[in-house]
């Protein structure tokens, strides 16, 4: 039974990077005015944040919003790349600058967590794996293993309403300005939200596993 919902939940994971990956590369097709530099600029700008500064980074997908630095990273293609994808792309990072300006809840709460699933991340599959091993002369040593294993589960939903109300932003703003219009607003969305599912998908996949050892823990107790 477990290995069904792992291999289900691995089938449905590559399944919304498909679609996330086509939706991208499809819409990279639709050009518009603005470089996705530019778009993060003129967002920030827009919304009177002058502290954040717009920079590149090497690699594929690795754009990203910094709050230590306050940088809005995007990766070369979107940085130099002038369509509806990138705009996306670089309003979304945006939508997280606006988030940390304007001190939005949940990203305060997770960017509380980062500390401590770092830590988390680092250690818990050893404990984990250990833990089973151990779990008729140590129990305790799995327990801990899987409160471990629960933070890390905690950051992944609590990332859903963060990349969510960043999208959000993102598209309003970018209708708005009119740098997309009635023909590229429900594409840019639809990049965003198969990007959204991915989130998704990771956060379920997080709690799948949380309670397989709940009930491996459980199972040799009983």
Same mark, same amino acid.
């Given at each position: +039974? ?12 590559? $399944? ?8 991208? !590369? ?10 996705? &530099? %530019?778009?993060?600029?003129? +967002?920030? @700008? ?6 954040? #500064?717009?920079? =590149?980074?090497?690699?594929?997908? *690795?754009?990203?919003?910094? /709050? #230590?630095? !306050? ?22 990072? =945006? ?13 305060? +709460? &997770?960017?509380?967590?980062? /500390? ?5 991340? &680092? ?13 008729? *002369?140590?129990? %305790? ?17 609590? *990332? ?11 598209? %309003? ?8 219009? #009635? %023909? *590229?607003?429900?594409? $840019? ?30 199972? @040799? @107790?009983?």
């Amino acid at each position: +039974m477990y290995w069904i919902l792992f291999i289900s939940i691995a089938l449905i994971s590559w $399944a919304v990077s498909a679609l996330m990956e086509h939706r991208f !590369k499809s819409y990279s097709q639709e050009g518009i005015a603005l470089t996705g &530099r %530019q778009v993060a600029e003129k +967002m920030l @700008r827009d919304n009177g944040i002058t502290d954040v #500064r717009v920079t =590149c980074t090497s690699g594929h997908l *690795t754009d990203h919003y910094d /709050p #230590r630095s !306050k940088t809005v990273n995007l990766s070369e293609a979107v940085y130099s790349s002038a369509n509806v994808a990138a705009a996306a792309v670089a309003a979304h990072e =945006c939508g997280h600058a606006l988030q940390h300006a304007f001190g939005y809840a949940p990203l305060r +709460m &997770r960017t509380a967590l980062v /500390p401590v699933v770092n830590f988390a991340s &680092r250690w818990v599959t050893w404990i984990l794996l250990i833990g089973i091993l151990m779990i008729e *002369t140590f129990p %305790q040593l799995l327990i801990a293993g899987i409160v471990l294993y629960g933070l890390t589960t905690l950051f992944s939903f609590v *990332t859903l309403p963060v990349e969510i109300n960043a999208s959000q932003r993102a598209v %309003q703003w970018l209708e708005q300005s009119g740098i997309t219009d #009635r %023909q *590229t607003t429900p594409m $840019a969305s639809a990049a965003l939200r198969s990007a959204a599912y991915t989130y998704v998908v990771a956060a379920l996949a997080s709690l799948g596993t949380l309670i397989y050892y709940m009930l491996v823990l459980v199972g @040799r @107790r009983d």
